[in-house]
């Protein structure tokens, strides 16, 4: 199964023809995702990796059946490319632009309202079921086919979270990059929801960072709901109050957005968390065995 | 961003909202005669700086005659102002702001933002104005009111006068209906992160007067909002920081010995805490950025460098979008090129991984590798440590 994305999903680009959307397209060609075209207003009718491009998104999926989009525009442009996007009918788009201003972010949430569907992102490093299908920007070859679900705000930490468990021989079912934005389109508690309802998946990891309450609020949902185990990993505990740390969303409000806190909240709603990001790797194999003992099942 | 009171204020006034009479000054015979233009018989001398709590570190005062505020300014202007926000360094005040000062009746706190759990502009007011709302939120929760706007629609009028029945203004809930629409529409257009007025009051003679602004701007809208890129002050800001920015960098002073030069936000932040993890503290914060060239690479070094509490430097990239040989090619360069007199600790992984420790390898430089982020910690620490014991 996975989540959001897997072998069947039909994957457009957006600004397909752009020199990150043209390395990353064939990058996620070369391993196994389904892309069925692209759409640059303007260039519609011409093929690139050849492919067809098309004016329109409506267009591209009337013509495709694409049911994915992947949004390698600028910031300044993205919210416009996904709303189109929206407007088009596609399940999933993945908008990977960081530095898209706040308030056009807080628009298109009320455009979503009602509309099903599912945005991650923005300033995000994408999506990717290993093997099946990689919408976005991350190095496919650290990736590995297995059954833990991986779900980040950071793209850099998503890779060292998943290289470490790679180098134990722990494959990811689906790996989710939400973005490092205030306000994005996929909260952790979405991710979370579908990863317990997701067969392929085992053990959930929670990469979040310092800011908001997203990941305590999952937490809270995952220690009531969830019959999965879930390990968690809050960055930024070392990081000074009330300045902006890289991403837009992680900055230190108040008391209770500080990693610490999260991590002590996380922890006391029962769940099993991280303080060293070195050892991500090692706590969900810990995890995962003591899952596969208690199930009987083992882990694959 | 953000920028000085007597600039909200300025903008709010753009928006008819009613701000006290005044006026900014560099010297303190400005700030006398200014006082006379103003006329009246009590006049408030204001430091701006953007750091608040400027009240309680004296950074605003009030006099009684011209002469009295020339006195003022020219204590204030030149004069280090350490607030608790500012630590312990202060920040220099090279400005001032004169203004008429008003006759309060009641003061009120209202302040508009963006609210990252509801993902709406959110309105706060609360009749317990002129304080730290940090506080009013922790012992009086009850006294803070919340609206929230839907984007679709806007600012309703009957949430205004929700808003002012609550905090006690029932009786004036036209004009206040005026003001926070005002705000709101200003929030809107200028792509504001924060705007507050704290406090906001009503004179005696029955006017809602914003006596104090803040306002802060959303980075990624400046494109767009060019009159307020104009409003920006570097002396407000770390040097290190304006330059880091120019080249493309994301860095941030923190009072640490060890050195940070990472790829991406989240690892930055991963790295600081493993550093911190190991017994150590990181001297700063720094993303280098997808596609970063080793022009880049150099830069950071630069910066980095620049801050004479650094006694070790640790380098780790996790390339997705960036590539390692380009980084290697950046380290390498810069050790040549700069010198460097403390240890360099280099952790690459992901795309051109290979290529990259083969650069570092036969750079013939003394650079050390390590093979993962733990050992990269352990290993800057451990040198940062090293630095430290030896007498200068």
């Given at each position: 199964m996975s989540v959001f994305v897997d072998r069947d999903s039909k994957v457009i680009i957006q600004g397909f023809t752009g020199q990150h959307a043209t390395f990353h397209a064939e990058e996620a060609m070369n391993t196994g995702t389904q892309i069925v075209g692209?759409?640059?207003?303007?260039?519609?009718?011409?093929?690139?990796?050849?492919?067809?491009?098309?004016?329109?998104?409506?267009?591209?999926?009337?013509?495709?059946?694409?049911?994915?989009?992947?949004?390698?525009?600028?910031p300044q442009v993205a919210t416009d490319s996904l709303l189109e996007a929206v407007d088009a009918g596609v399940g999933v788009a993945v908008i990977i632009?960081?530095?898209?201003?706040?308030?056009?972010?807080?628009?298109?949430?009320?455009?979503?309202?009602?509309?099903?569907?599912?945005?991650?992102?923005?300033?995000?490093?994408?999506?990717?079921?290993?093997?099946?299908?990689?919408?976005?920007?991350?190095?496919?070859?650290?990736?590995?086919?297995?059954?833990?679900?991986?779900?980040?705000?950071?793209?850099?930490?998503?890779?060292?979270?998943?290289?470490?468990?790679?180098?134990?021989?722990?494959?990811?079912?689906?790996?989710?990059?939400?973005?490092?934005?205030?306000v994005n389109g996929t909260d952790f508690k979405t991710v979370l929801q579908a990863f317990e309802g997701d067969d392929e998946t085992d053990v959930i990891v929670m990469i979040g960072e310092i800011g908001g309450q997203q990941e305590v609020e999952a937490?809270?949902?995952?220690?009531?709901?969830?019959?999965?185990?879930?390990?968690?990993?809050?960055?930024?505990?070392?990081?000074?109050?009330?300045?902006?740390?890289?991403?837009?969303g992680a900055v230190i409000a108040g008391e209770s957005d500080t990693a610490t806190a999260k991590l002590d909240a996380i922890e006391a709603l029962g769940h099993r968390v991280v303080r060293n990001p070195a050892d991500i790797g090692d706590t969900v194999l810990r995890t995962v065995k003591e899952a596969g003992d208690g199930a009987g099942t083992g882990a694959s | 961003m953000n920028i000085h009171e007597y600039q909200a204020k300025s903008l709010l006034r753009q928006y008819r909202v009613t701000t006290p009479r005044g006026e900014v000054v560099y010297t303190s015979r400005a700030a006398g005669r200014v006082a006379e233009e103003l006329g009246g018989q009590r006049w408030v001398v204001k430091a701006q700086i953007h750091a608040g709590g400027?009240?309680?570190a004296g950074g605003v005062k009030i006099?009684?005659?011209?002469?009295?505020?020339?006195?003022?300014?020219?204590?204030?202007?030149?004069?280090?102002?350490?607030?608790?926000?500012?630590?312990?360094?202060?920040?220099?005040?090279?400005?001032?702001?004169?203004?008429?000062?008003?006759?309060?009746?009641?003061?009120?706190?209202l302040s508009l933002v963006v609210d990252r759990e509801s993902q709406r502009i959110v309105v706060v007011a609360s009749a317990e104005g002129g304080v730290d709302i940090e506080e009013v939120a922790e012992s009086n929760r009850d006294a803070i009111h919340t609206e929230y706007v839907d984007p679709g629609v806007g600012l309703l009028d009957f949430q205004c006068r929700k808003v002012a029945t609550a905090i006690g203004l029932g009786?004036?809930?036209?004009?206040?209906?005026?003001?926070?629409?005002?705000?709101?529409?200003?929030?809107?257009?200028?792509?504001?992160?924060?705007?507050?007025?704290?406090?906001?009051?009503?004179?005696?003679?029955?006017?809602?007067?914003?006596?104090?602004?803040?306002?802060?701007?959303?980075?990624?809208?400046?494109?767009?909002q060019g009159d307020v890129?104009?409003?920006?002050?570097?002396?407000?800001?770390?040097?290190?920081?304006?330059?880091?920015?120019?080249?493309?960098?994301?860095?941030?002073?923190?009072?640490?010995?060890?050195?940070?030069?990472?790829?991406?936000?989240?690892?930055?932040?991963?790295?600081?805490?493993?550093?911190?993890?190991?017994?150590?503290?990181?001297?700063?914060?720094?993303?280098?950025?997808?596609?970063?060239?080793?022009?880049?690479?150099?830069?950071?070094?630069?910066?980095?460098?620049?801050?004479?509490?650094?006694?070790?430097?640790?380098?780790?990239?996790?390339?997705?979008?960036?590539?390692?040989?380009?980084?290697?090619?950046?380290?390498?360069?810069?050790?040549?090129?700069?010198?460097?007199?403390?240890?360099?600790?280099?952790?690459?992984?992901?795309?051109?991984?290979?290529?990259?420790?083969?650069?570092?390898?036969?750079?013939?430089?003394?650079?050390?590798?390590?093979?993962?982020?733990?050992?990269?910690?352990?290993?800057a620490v451990e040198a940062a440590q090293a630095r430290q014991e030896v007498p200068a």
């Open positions: 692209g759409v640059t207003p303007g260039k519609g009718g011409t093929t690139h990796l050849g492919l067809p491009v098309f004016n329109s998104v409506a267009e591209a999926v009337e013509e495709t059946g694409a049911d994915v989009s992947g949004i390698f525009v600028p632009a960081d530095g898209v201003p706040v308030q056009d972010m807080v628009r298109t949430k009320r455009y979503l309202a009602g509309r099903s569907t599912q945005i991650i992102g923005p300033n995000s490093p994408g999506i990717i079921t290993p093997g099946e299908c990689k919408v976005g920007i991350m190095p496919s070859h650290i990736y590995s086919k297995g059954r833990v679900g991986v779900v980040s705000r950071s793209g850099t930490l998503n890779y060292e979270a998943v290289s470490q468990m790679t180098a134990l021989g722990l494959g990811q079912s689906t790996c989710v990059g939400i973005g490092g934005d205030p937490a809270s949902w995952a220690s009531q709901y969830m019959t999965k185990p879930l390990v968690a990993f809050i960055a930024g505990v070392s990081a000074p109050r009330g300045r902006r740390m890289g991403h837009a | 400027r009240g309680k006099g009684n005659s011209p002469a009295r505020i020339a006195e003022i300014a020219d204590q204030m202007l030149g004069s280090t102002l350490v607030t608790a926000q500012t630590g312990p360094a202060g920040q220099r005040v090279s400005r001032v702001l004169v203004e008429r000062a008003s006759r309060i009746e009641r003061e009120f706190y009786n004036r809930t036209t004009s206040f209906t005026r003001l926070i629409k005002r705000m709101y529409r200003l929030f809107r257009d200028l792509d504001c992160l924060m705007l507050e007025v704290n406090p906001f009051i009503e004179t005696e003679d029955g006017e809602l007067v914003a006596l104090d602004a803040k306002m802060s701007f959303d980075d990624n809208a400046l494109f767009r890129v104009e409003l920006r002050d570097f002396d407000e800001e770390d040097p290190k920081e304006v330059e880091a920015t120019g080249h493309g960098l994301n860095y941030i002073a923190l009072d640490g010995s060890v050195g940070c030069i990472v790829n991406g936000a989240g690892l930055a932040m991963g790295t600081m805490d493993a550093i911190a993890h190991h017994g150590g503290r990181p001297a700063n914060f720094l993303d280098v950025g997808g596609g970063a060239s080793p022009e880049k690479i150099a830069n950071a070094f630069r910066i980095v460098l620049k801050d004479p509490n650094v006694r070790a430097i640790l380098v780790n990239i996790f390339a997705g979008i960036n590539r390692c040989d380009w980084i290697a090619t950046g380290v390498v360069q810069a050790t040549r090129d700069q010198e460097i007199d403390v240890p360099v600790i280099v952790r690459l992984a992901g795309t051109n991984v290979d290529e990259g420790r083969r650069i570092l390898d036969e750079s013939g430089l003394e650079l050390i590798q390590a093979a993962d982020l733990d050992d990269a910690a352990a290993k």
